[in-house]
């Protein structure tokens, strides 16, 4: 799965969001990639963070409360 949206406020940045199984390579555990590109280049982002797919439902919550 991979999504790419849109940088508010910028002409060509994305924000890249795709799910990564064991990145970090065997038996690593899987993390979404989230990923900023200010230059609109979604597979070679300036800035990106892992997050283990164990924590993902505490940091969406997170989240929504910040909005």
């Known amino acids: 799965m991979s999504k790419t949206i849109s940088l508010s406020g910028t002409k060509k940045g994305v924000i890249s969001i795709t799910k990564l199984e064991e990145p ?3 038996d690593s555990g899987t993390v979404a990639s ?5 230059a609109g ?4 982002p300036e ?3 892992h997050i283990p797919m ?7 919550k997170a989240l929504q409360e910040l909005k």
């Open 24 to 26: 970090y390579g065997k």
């Open 34 to 38: 989230i990923g900023i590109s200010l």
């Open 41 to 44: 280049n979604a597979q070679e």
């Open 47 to 49: 800035w990106k963070v």
């Open 54 to 60: 164990d924590n993902l439902d505490e940091v969406i």
